[in-house]
Structure formats: structure tokens, C-alpha cells
């Protein structure tokens, strides 16, 4: 099983040094991943009709993913590159193909995209894609459809309800096919993930249910003959349980049999990116230590 972090960006204040100082100890205390939090554009809750129900604002500092792990690929190594997840549906199709490419041609195959439909239909609005908001989910699907043969082919011609490309293609193609993982937590991302997806990224408020839902995705995919040993599933602890909680939890999600864990330490009272560092240490200790 993989251990890595969440970057606590909500509690630093959109500090760049933070985010540099804080990936490479995450990488010199051995961590096998990076997971980024997802949103372009912050919102005042207040008198919204339909209300927003995610529980982040427009007080909250959100570094752009992509952008992030461009500049990460640069200054780590070893350390995978994790989108957790997102938002796929209201960004523009061919050019996030794009950019996740080169970001992993920089990093040398380092990225692994987290994907999901989002909550905030001000979001959608303030990227001019209020029109796919209501059906978001399906069009995440064509999205990957079109990805993945951008990937993969020189030239394509394809064509569905949100695409269009007549022969074309990107180059400098990724060397691979960059892992695209799903979340989300309704029975519909359950089906999709286990139709096209190569992984699940469970939400750290979902920790508790996630050995039920993971076993059920796992019998989705068996359904569909897919082999759910080559997909991957990732849990999100909450440091903030503390360290009596940490053992059991981290031994519990290995004996579900979790491919990848990461430990959040957001929630903790934590101010300070020295802090946030110096509780990654102390998880990875307790992580050591369950074997």
C-alpha cells in the first residue's frame, strides 16, 4: 500500500514557498504521493438559489493543479503527482489533454489524474460552462473518451454531443496512458468509475464508508468482467483523529486491501507550514509502524 499527503492549501494562505517546502519533505520522509485539492473560482454561499452545498468559499486559496505540478516536476524526484480531484467537465477538453501531457512528460510519467463533476454551478457559470452543468456527468465520460485517443493517436477525427475535432491531434504525446482515477460519492460515479475509470479516490468525509463502497465498485467491476486488482483505490485519513485512531485506520484500509492511502492534515488547529510538515512526520511514523 502507498502512502502519501494531502497539501494543506486552505490553511496557508496561498504561500508558494509552502507548497515547495512542504512536497519535498513530504518526498524526503518517504511519502509515495502528492494529492492537490481542485477549484478555479471561490463563492460567496450566501443567498444562492440553488444552494451550494460544498464546503469550501470564497475565502478559501485553491493553487491551480496542473500548474502546481508543473512547477513540482521540477523541483522532486520521485514523488507522484496526484489531482484529488479535478473538476473535469468544466474545463475545456483538447487543452486539458494538453496540459496534462506535458505536465507528465515533464515529470516523466509522474501524474495520476483524480477526476470529478463538482458542486458549484457558480464555478461552471464563472468559466463560461454554465450549459454542461446539469449534465456534467456525461459529459466527463465524453471528456475521457477524447482524452485518452489524444493520448494515444496522432490524428483523430471524433465527434459527440461536446466534441468536435476533424482530424488533429496534440504532439508532444504522453509516453503513456496517464492513469485517470474518479471521485465522488453518488451510486453514479460508482458505475462510471467501474466502467472506465483505473481508479477511485475516496474523499476524506467519506473515510468511514470507504470499505463499503470500495467493495461494492469491486463488484461492479467484476460485473463487467474488469479485474479489480488492476484498479487502484485510495483513502483519505483525517490526521485530526488523532494518533490513537491513526493504527487502526491505516490497518484497516490495508486489510480491505487499499492500493493508496494519504493523510489530510487539514482540521488540526495547524497554522504553519512548519507544522503541517512536522504532523506528516509524525503519521508516517505511526504508518511505519503498522507494517
Not at 490513537?244 to 492534515?265: K, L, M
Amino acid at each position: 500500500m502507498k502512502a502519501g499527503v494531502v497539501y494543506p492549501q486552505i490553511e496557508l494562505g496561498g504561500d508558494t514557498g509552502a507548497v515547495k517546502a512542504f512536497a519535498q519533505a513530504a518526498e524526503e520522509l518517504g511519502y509515495d504521493h502528492i494529492v492537490i485539492y481542485d477549484h478555479v473560482l471561490g463563492a460567496e454561499h450566501a443567498g444562492r438559489e440553488p444552494k451550494l452545498t460544498g464546503p469550501y468559499k470564497e475565502t478559501d486559496p485553491f493553487h491551480e493543479p496542473l500548474i502546481t505540478y508543473a512547477y513540482l516536476a521540477g523541483i522532486t524526484k520521485k514523488l507522484e503527482l496526484v489531482t484529488g480531484v479535478i473538476i473535469l467537465p468544466q474545463r475545456q477538453t483538447a487543452l486539458f489533454a494538453k496540459q496534462a501531457a506535458d505536465v507528465d512528460l515533464f515529470s516523466d510519467g509522474r501524474l495520476r489524474l483524480g477526476v470529478g463533476v463538482g458542486w458549484n454551478w457558480v464555478e461552471f457559470d464563472g468559466l463560461e460552462m454554465s450549459g454542461h452543468f446539469r449534465r456534467r456527468g456525461k459529459r466527463q465520460e465524453n471528456q475521457i473518451t477524447l482524452i485518452r485517443k489524444l493520448w494515444q493517436e496522432p490524428v483523430v477525427t471524433y465527434e459527440d454531443s461536446d466534441h468536435r475535432i476533424d482530424r488533429a491531434g496534440i504532439l508532444p504525446r504522453p509516453k503513456r496512458q496517464i492513469p485517470i482515477w474518479l471521485g465522488g460519492s453518488s451510486e453514479a460515479a460508482y458505475d462510471r468509475a467501474a466502467r472506465i475509470a483505473d481508479g477511485f479516490l475516496f474523499g476524506g468525509r467519506m473515510q468511514t464508508q470507504a470499505v463499503q463502497i470500495k467493495a461494492k465498485i469491486e463488484a461492479k467491476l467484476t460485473a463487467l468482467g474488469r479485474d479489480h486488482n488492476q484498479f487502484g483505490f485510495e483513502s483519505i485519513q483525517q490526521y485530526s483523529r488523532g494518533d490513537n485512531q491513526w493504527p487502526g485506520d491505516i490497518a484497516a484500509w490495508r486489510e480491505a486491501g487499499g492500493s493508496h492511502i494519504s493523510v489530510v492534515t487539514m482540521g488540526a488547529n495547524l497554522t504553519t507550514v512548519d507544522s503541517h510538515i512536522d504532523a506528516i512526520k509524525r503519521w508516517r511514523e505511526v504508518y511505519n509502524s503498522v507494517g
